[in-house]
């Protein structure tokens, strides 16, 4: 017997704002959330600085190609946006079953994500949490805090069936940010977080691809999923500097793959 996909925070937040019709094909509740997902940024707004090498990945002209139906595995092969219409990528190795969400309001309110490590590219951050604003934006953490990563508070706990979704930026005026290195993760590379209640996950990046803010695939990052998944999200692409904010965003992947505690 099939399991039914469970339903995530995300698709009980905003039961009351729903917009039928939104995106052929999906259902009424999960059109009216999706069209209501806040826009992830990492908060590349003004006060950030250029990083020094920023990546050079431009698609402003990404109608003047095929884009493919499916993100790539980033790395070597660089990155490229997929199809606005293409799923999330599958995952790398075998995943596991989501952890079960606390029963109790209590438990609930209580377990949080506390930390993420990513060896690769030597990230070890505390997770912080952010909403959205009345503009319906997804905050961001402090610019003072380089080192700090959001995670969205109406997405899943890292570990719970659905897209959990963590951001964070990738330059501040003081230079380099948590995420400046984001770019450099590929299809295999390990995420652990870290949780209150004294779980670790290991996630496994499925897929990693830039895309433009005015096209950012919103469906793909906040789409509900059966299993348990991360979405890891900071700015890329060209420095504009009289918007004071880069031009696309970085999107990472990736699956439950481990957890323990």
């Known amino acids: 017997m099939t399991e039914q996909p469970q339903k995530s925070p995300l ?37 950030l600085a250029a990083m020094d090498q ?3 990945v431009q698609i402003e002209n990404a109608g003047a190609f095929v884009l ?8 070597k092969s660089g990155l490229t946006p997929a199809r606005l219409d293409a799923p999330p990528p599958l995952a790398a190795v075998p995943t596991v079953a989501p952890i ?11 377990t949080k994500p506390s930390r993420i490590k990513i060896p690769k590219i030597k990230v070890n951050a505390p997770i912080g949490q952010v909403t959205v604003d009345i503009k319906g934006n997804l905050g961001t953490p402090p610019l003072t805090k380089q080192n700090q990563t959001g995670w969205y508070r109406f997405s899943p706990v890292p570990g719970e069936a659905g ?16 995420f400046a290195r984001l770019s450099e993760l590929a299809k295999g590379d390990h995420i652990y977080v870290y949780r209150s209640d004294g779980k670790v996950t290991r996630f496994t990046v499925s897929g990693i691809e830039q895309v433009s803010k005015s ?3 919103t469906k793909r990052v ?10 890891l999200v900071t700015c890329g692409g060209v ?23």
């Open 222 to 231: 906040y789409g509900n999923t059966s299993g348990a998944e991360l979405r």
């Open 68 to 75: 493919p139906p499916t993100v790539g595995p980033g790395g």
């Open 163 to 178: 897209p959990s979704v963590i951001n964070g930026h990738v330059s501040t005026r003081k230079g380099p940010a948590v």
């Open 100 to 110: 079960p969400a606390p029963k109790t309001k209590v438990a609930k309110a209580k």
């Open 54 to 56: 920023p990546s050079t």
């Open 215 to 217: 096209t950012f695939p």
């Open 11 to 47: 698709n009980k937040a905003l039961p009351g704002l729903l917009i039928a019709g939104s995106l052929a094909g999906v259902g009424a509740v999960m059109v009216g959330l999706l069209s209501l997902a806040p826009p992830v940024d990492d908060g590349s707004g003004p006060g």
């Open 239 to 261: 420095f504009n500097k009289g918007a004071h904010s880069y031009q696309d965003n970085i999107v990472v992947y990736a699956t439950l793959s481990k957890k323990k505690g």
